[in-house]
Every structure is written in C-alpha cells, then in structure tokens.
C-alpha cells in the first residue's frame, strides 16, 4: 500500500444528480473516515468506520448522503439528489488506532452546477 | 462543529524566520494532532502530544500543550518555502474521530 486512495480525484454534476466516491484505505487500518472541507475552512466530520460497521454519524450527514463499508475494506460515500451547498472536497482518511494520527487521501472535489 | 480555534488565520514570513501558530479548544481532550495541508491536497499527520504532555519535538517542529488554558502552539524554525501551507490542529476526547479547526495559512516568502 502507498496510502490512501480517493476515485474520483475530481467530479462536475449538475444538480439533482447521484454520484458516488470510493475510498480504500491502508490494508491494515481498520478504521475509515469521511469528512468534508470548503474552502478556508477545516474538514467536518462526517461519519466513520470502524471495520465494516458505521460507529457514528455527523448530523451534517443528510438522509440524502450515505456510506458503506462492505467486507470492512474500501468504502463509498453517496449523495443522492445532489445540490449546490454540497460542492466541497470529500476527503476520507484512516487509521489503525483510534486515538493515533490519521492518513489522508487526496480527496475528491464535488462541483454541483 | 469545530472544536478548535487556531490564530493566527493567515500568517506570512521570510524564509529562515521561526513561525508560531496557536490553537484553542473547548473541551476536554485525550490527544491532539496537527497537520499540514498543501493547497488543493490531503491532510499530512505532523504530530501528536498527548494531554499528559507538555513539549515535543520532531525536527523543526516542536508542539506545547497547556490543558489547563486548553490551547496549544505550533512552531516551525527556520521556515522554507516549502513549509508554505495550512495548518490545522485537531482533537479528540478518547475514542471519538478527530475534531478540525480552521487552520492557519502560512506563507513562507523566499
């Protein structure tokens, strides 16, 4: 593994539109996160893994936003119906001990036209 | 939310000068991390203190961390052009995922 890995690195969509983005993490780290960033602001959390099972959720995660995690390896992240407040950078990182640092993907850029 | 607070928002220096960066947070913590982030890219892992720790090092950084004012400083000695990015500091309260501030940008004039 080199690292953390985000597909797509950029992704343009119009409004109302579904779109889905893939993470795969380090092989060993158990632990997978989602977070998003605006510009000049720092990442917020979303929601993270821990294995195949999702621990917590922000409430800045709308019923039209969700992840997975199957078989506790790569992860996606969809938005359904998709608005212009959602443009940002997807950015998911993970970790092998919880209270250790984080690795981070480049992140995927969301523009909604 | 965001727990931290970090200030300087911007911060421009020449190359060679030290930069100091501070972060204040709200509640109580178990570790605290910063991190490096070039424009348009991930978050790099720059280093951890834990809340039993005052001071620690790693090459030009060095990190502090004062429980009792809730806040920590950053410094990076004999700054170079390629230091020129935002910082962040981020927290977590014991098994919960890490909690952002805002950052500091930090330009580093050569």
């Known amino acids: 593994d080199t690292g953390v890995s985000q597909d797509p690195r950029h992704k343009i969509t119009k409004r109302g539109q579904n779109v889905t983005f893939r993470c795969d993490p380090i092989?060993?780290?158990?632990?997978l996160y989602w977070y998003r960033q605006t510009l000049g602001q720092g990442p917020e959390f979303l929601t993270y893994?821990?294995?195949?099972?999702?621990?917590?959720k922000s409430r800045l995660l709308s019923d039209r936003f969700s992840a997975e995690r199957p078989k506790g390896s790569f992860s996606t992240l969809e938005i359904q119906r998709t608005e212009q407040g959602d443009s940002a950078m997807y950015l998911c990182a993970s970790s092998v001990d919880p209270s250790g640092g984080y690795t981070f993907g480049s992140g995927t850029r969301l523009t909604v036209v | 939310s965001q727990q931290g607070e970090e200030d300087p928002q911007a911060l421009s220096i020449q190359e060679g000068e030290n930069a100091t960066m501070n972060c204040s947070y709200k509640t109580s913590i178990n570790n605290l991390q910063w991190y490096r982030q070039n424009s348009g890219r991930g978050l790099v892992h720059l280093i951890l203190i834990r809340s039993n720790e005052r001071e620690k090092h790693s090459g030009r950084l060095r990190v502090t961390l004062d429980t009792s004012k809730k806040s920590s400083s950053l410094l990076i000695t004999a700054s170079r052009a390629a230091d020129t990015a935002s910082y962040f500091c981020a927290t977590d309260s014991g098994n919960t995922p890490l909690v952002f501030g805002k950052g500091t940008r930090l330009s580093v004039i050569a």
């Open positions: 893994f821990q294995n195949e099972a999702q621990l917590e």
């Open positions: 092989s060993e780290h158990n632990r």
